[in-house]
């Protein structure tokens, strides 16, 4: 099992920035990436950006690049979501996973944290 906590959701002003952390208990071969998903109140979850530990693969959603970046720390476990240019519809619960590959569908991960609100105020 892979433990999963996110932190550094809030409320912020449209242009702003929010810094994410997920910190995981351990990695295994079946949590070799990590991705990070948003679920805006009545929408389906969907897939923000993705990250192998090793730091050389990367992948965003569209609607992100340019204005986020996800990064790692090794040594602690730790994945990072830097959010700048945050926009309202960039409002939503952010949730940190772990999977063996980067994928952008949520069915690749095996792992879920619980979950941060993001919101972003016009």
């Known amino acids: 099992q892979v433990q999963l906590v996110e932190s550094g959701g809030g409320l912020v002003q449209a242009g702003g920035s929010l810094r994410l952390s997920c910190a995981a208990s351990?990695?295994?071969?079946?949590?070799?990436?990590m991705g990070w998903f948003r679920q805006a109140l009545g929408k389906e979850r969907e897939f923000v950006a993705g990250?192998?530990?090793?730091?050389?693969?990367?992948q965003y959603a569209d609607s992100v690049k340019g204005r986020f970046t996800i990064s790692s720390d090794n040594a602690k476990n730790t994945v990072f979501l830097q959010m700048n240019s945050l926009k309202p519809e960039d409002t939503a619960v952010y949730y940190c996973?772990?999977?063996?590959?980067?994928?952008?569908?949520?069915?690749?991960?095996?792992?879920w944290g619980q979950g941060t609100q993001v919101t972003v105020s016009s």
């Open positions: 996973a772990a999977g063996a590959v980067v994928t952008d569908t949520r069915y690749g991960y095996d792992y």
């Open positions: 351990r990695r295994t071969f079946s949590s070799n990436a």
């Open positions: 990250i192998r530990w090793s730091g050389l693969s990367t």
